[in-house]
């Protein structure tokens, strides 16, 4: 459960109140570094002057560091924090009992230190790394034999919040990567207690102390993502906050590691780049004392936060495209259940969702038909590329495409009339983005279909629909019909771009459908199509 500001706000001054009568000698606290902290947090400005002086007042609550499987970088990144600095955090606002890289303690002096403080049973425990479980004995360290499984299990029993500080304790990491031949895996994965993943390979010395603050502050969990990431320092998408984002919207991609424009900022799609596919602050906090953040230094982000991201996201200095791929996940769209519907079969009590040639669109009313999705957008490729082309981005963006892409170019200039078509088909989304990525009209749905579906990731380069609810949905694509060119000059296939397509389109599908159902109190949800695979692909919306 998360609370409200007001809520966390009220914990704050409670706990400085019972600190302020305790008489206890305040320590000097930078105001600079708190404010920082705070504002990471996503706090407003006047929990600033509160946190410091609760930090001025607290005692430090001990902290347990564990090293499993990893590479010690989550600690590196640590160690190069300057808002606080290393040593005052370790002494000011956290008491560091035990790290076997930092102690100075070692052996037996340091093991009987580790069991007094989970004697008290009052700490904090990060673990940096993943944990193998299934063949326990890797890691099998000291005098008493102990290995990382049972080390873990050890410390977590009596922590008062544990952190799996890193990827490899979030997801299993580097080690898990395949074929994981330890069978390494997250700490969440064997532990009964609750664990907040502050992932990255290794994540920013900021994330990992705001994690830590906001739980001495208010002893809480903050607000966490499917993935139980904080959402204040994961919950944004990490190219929509890069400083390149405006080179990726107008086509503007390096084209190798030496290309010169890679100092003019263009973005870095092209040669691997998966900031579209993380979720991550690194833009905006950097790492080593805010210096620089990977993209900044030339180098995609190799969505280093993300789960399996070392398996699941292909080739770190190519795009996600099917030439490049070592895993195949193909066929994640499809599935296997098959029942199309008649419209028929409508009634009182459930909705149809149809994805028919001459219709489509999501009917509520037996007798009315009366469609639920308000859907429109420009059909015409040639007419789209004449309107787009207003803005300097836009202009940019279709000029690349001219001289990137000529014969795509030529083709729809010599293909399409200049009468504008309005339509209110989903499916002519298909026909519409095919000629950019291909060059030719679309014969069939199922030619477009068989690519989506040969994709071989599981992560999809989405395109940024917008679904607004009020009485009717409303599917915006307008903004997203720049998507192919983008893409399509940024160095993703055919596969890449129709499976991102199809995804897209599923989840804002979803969303459409579920607001439906609970407006208006539908039991169930029907599927009409005349095309075989479009019922395999979509038929799981049936069942939310
Ligand atoms: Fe290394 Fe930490 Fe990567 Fe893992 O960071 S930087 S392998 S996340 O656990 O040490
Ligand atoms: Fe930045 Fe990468 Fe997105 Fe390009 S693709 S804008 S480099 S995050
Ligand atoms: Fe990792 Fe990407 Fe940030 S690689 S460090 S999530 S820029």
């Known amino acids: 459960m998360s609370l409200s500001n007001e809520e ?10 019972l600190l302020e009568n305790s008489h206890k000698e305040k320590k000097n606290i930078s105001l600079e570094a708190v404010s920082s902290i705070v504002k990471i947090l996503g706090l407003p400005n006047d929990f600033s002057a509160l946190a410091h002086r609760y930090f001025q007042l607290h005692t430090p609550p001990s902290l347990i560091w564990l090293h499993l499987s990893e590479c010690t970088g989550c600690s590196e990144s640590l160690l190069r924090t300057s808002l606080p600095d290393f040593l005052d955090l370790i002494f000011d606002f956290i008491s560091l009992e035990y790290h076997e890289t930092f102690m100075s303690a070692s052996g037996h002096q340091a093991e009987s230190h580790l069991k007094e403080v989970l004697e008290k049973k009052d700490f904090l425990l990060a673990v940096e790394g993943g944990v193998c479980a299934i063949d326990p004995f890797y890691l099998t360290i000291g005098a008493h034999g102990e290995n990382g499984y049972e080390i873990l299990q050890k410390c977590a029993k009596n922590a008062k919040t544990i952190f799996a500080m890193g990827t490899c304790s979030s997801y299993g ?21 609750k664990v907040i993943n502050i992932p990255g390979c290794p994540p920013s010395d900021v994330n ?10 208010f002893e809480q969990d903050m607000s966490l993502d499917v993935q139980n990431r904080p959402l204040a320092l994961y919950g944004k998408c990490l190219h929509d906050l890069c400083e390149r984002k405006a080179k990726f919207e107008a086509g503007n991609f390096a084209q190798s590691f030496d290309d010169e424009n890679i100092k003019q900022g263009y973005c870095l799609f092209k040669v691997g780049c998966k900031g579209p596919y993380a979720y991550n602050n690194c833009p905006k906090v950097k790492f080593n004392s805010k210096t620089s953040w990977p993209v900044a230094a030339g180098h995609g982000c190799i969505a280093c936060s993300e789960e399996n991201f070392w398996d699941d996201f292909g080739f770190y200095e190519k795009p996600m495209s099917n030439e490049f791929a070592y895993n195949d996940f193909s066929s994640i769209l499809a599935t296997e259940v098959i029942h199309n519907t008649s419209i028929n079969e409508l009634n009182s009590k459930n909705i149809l969702l149809d994805l028919s040639s001459d219709s489509s669109g999501i009917f509520y009313y037996n007798e009315n038909k009366n469609n639920f999705l308000d859907f429109s957008f420009e ?3 040639k007419v789209f590329l004449n309107q787009f082309a207003k803005t300097k981005i836009a ?5 690349n495409f001219q001289e990137q892409f000529q014969s795509h170019y030529n083709f729809i200039q010599e293909n399409y009339s200049d009468e504008s078509i309005t339509s209110t ?19 069939n749905i199922d030619e477009f279909l068989d690519l989506a579906l040969a994709y071989k990731f599981k992560h999809p380069s989405k395109f940024d629909f917008k679904t607004t609810i009020n009485d009717q949905a409303k599917l915006d694509v307008s903004k997203s019909l720049r998507m192919p060119l983008i893409y399509i000059l940024g160095g993703l296939d055919k596969e890449a771009i129709t499976f991102g397509l199809v995804f897209s389109l599923k989840e804002h599908l979803k969303q459409a459908l579920k607001a439906c159902k609970n407006q208006h109190q539908k039991d169930q949800i029907l599927i009409h199509s005349h095309h075989e695979k479009l019922l395999k692909i979509f ?6």
């Open 539 to 544: 038929w799981d919306l049936t069942s939310i």
């Open 425 to 443: 088909n989903v499916l002519d989304l298909f026909y519409f983005i095919y000629p950019f990525i291909s060059g030719k009209k679309l014969e």
């Open 173 to 193: 990491g580097i080690q898990a990567a395949h074929p994981n031949p330890t069978k390494s895996i997250g700490i969440s994965k064997v532990l009964e207690e």
């Open 379 to 381: 059909a015409n490729p």
């Open 8 to 17: 966390l706000k009220s914990i704050l001054e409670h706990k400085i109140a």
């Open 208 to 217: 990992i102390i705001a994690a830590l603050c906001f739980y001495i502050l």
């Open 395 to 399: 202009m940019s963006l279709v000029q």
